[in-house]
């Protein structure tokens, strides 16, 4: 595997189920985000982690938990979702902590769609 | 007044021509600043990176940057179908890595 990878592709669930997406990074990176994309809406930042630790939460619903437990590693557990949640679900990585370079690089995305 | 702006497009170009693109930033301690080529339905892909003034090319790509009027361009020359997608503007702070992405911009590229 290289670069960023993410499962499930696609997901569809209820409001009720819980279910986790999983991110890995093949990069050697240190930090690593959850994005979410909407139709219509920029890319939103959700969550960063830098050397593990959460470092940013953008005001986002309890119903989205993130799990970083190494920096290769993340995860989002998603339980009771709201139709609206459905969306594009972007993970990424980047090579530093603060400052210094900030590319960052993307995973193909989970397509999750909330019934 | 949004904190990235790109205009939405779509941005129609014949091929062979030059496509540019415009994106304006609100935050004047931005210091990075980045160009993201997105395919539908595929994530976005990263294709410039600029973080002093002036401009930088990278093969048909060239990114330009003027922190003094806070904006951040970038120009595809000879112009293929292939780069028919929405390029998505970002940018950051010196400090942390929070980047903050505009809307994007379509650009359409016709034989």
């Known amino acids: 595997e290289t670069g960023v990878t993410q499962t499930p592709r696609h997901l569809v669930m209820g409001m009720t189920n819980k279910k986790s997406l999983k991110c890995e990074q093949h990069l050697g990176h240190n930090a690593m985000y959850w994005y979410k994309q909407s139709a219509k809406k920029p890319l939103e930042l959700m969550f960063v982690y830098n050397f593990k630790e959460q470092t940013e939460n953008n005001s986002v619903p309890s119903r989205f938990s993130p799990e970083c437990p190494n920096s290769s590693h993340l995860f989002l557990h998603l339980h009771t979702l709201q139709p609206e949640d459905s969306a594009l679900y972007l993970c990424?990585?980047?090579?530093?902590?603060?400052?210094?370079?900030?590319?960052?690089?993307f995973g193909p995305g989970t397509r999750l769609t909330v019934l | 007044q949004k904190e990235v702006e790109q205009n939405s497009g779509p941005l129609s170009v014949p091929e062979g021509a030059i496509a540019s693109l415009n994106c304006t930033y609100s935050?004047?301690?931005?210091?990075?600043f980045f160009w993201y080529r997105q395919y539908s339905g595929k994530s976005p892909e990263l294709i410039m990176s600029i973080y002093s003034n002036g401009d930088k090319e990278d093969g048909r790509f060239t990114a330009q940057l003027n922190k003094a009027s806070q904006y951040v361009s970038l120009l595809i020359r000879d112009s293929q179908p292939s780069d028919s997608a929405t390029y998505l503007c970002a940018v950051a702070k010196a400090a942390g890595n929070k980047l903050t992405f505009g809307g994007g911009t379509r650009v359409l590229v016709k034989p």
């Open positions: 990424a990585s980047s090579p530093a902590g603060t400052g210094g370079n900030n590319e960052q690089f």
């Open positions: 935050d004047r301690g931005s210091q990075s």
